[in-house]
């Protein structure tokens, strides 16, 4: 069976006559958890966008879920692709369970004479649970913490029953609390949905969970490195990527990076 969920090759995507990306391979597997890193204006953004069929690449192929882009209608590939971005702005002061439940209609409100199912209602409940948002499932989105949204908006995402997960800096703007119960949350997934890929964007290690499997270092639009995490996160790749001295480390299955010596 082939279990390749994303491949792009040769990959180029340019703006004003400036590439963001150029000569991008990647291959996505199912149940492979992958990091994006680098500095800002490494072309993160500009790839995850491109991965989620909302960005158009200049050049090369791009196959998503078993379709090329360009030879099939992207709006069909979305509804399996999840979408986590803190940046997300509601329309309204949903509660919890309500902007769970948006994530079957891909909108920032709760449609007009829409109505969810018993059935709907069941896997929100769950969803909110799962991300140990069960007691908060009737607070509203604007007295909802950073790090509550955040898991949220994961519960949100898994409502489409997605194939592949995307989540763009997540973890922006927590506290070390709120980022711990956020990145046990995505950990929890690799139990819970074996079969779920999913791509992190990240500027900071500290930012990625135990469970991330593989990693692109990216800069200038270029790849650094790309493959096993462990292979990857290191400190002679780190450091070229980011253009400074980093000395990586890795314990309990998180990374840390600091200035070397």
Known sequence: MNDVLLRTSGLRVTRSGRDLLHDVDLTVRAGEHWALLGPNGAGKSTLLAVLGATGHPSAGTVELLGHRLGRVDVRELREHIGHVDPRHRMLSPLTVLETVLTGLTGTTDLMVRWEPTASDIARAEQHVADVGLAARRDARWPVLSQGERGRALIA????????????????TGLDVAAREHLLETVDALRVRQPELSSVMVTHHLEDLPASTSHAMLLRDGAVVAVGHADEVITSARVSAAFDFPLAVERSGGRWHARRAD
């Open 156 to 171: 949100r995402a898994l409502m489409s029953e997605p194939r592949l997960l995307l989540l763009d800096e997540p973890a």
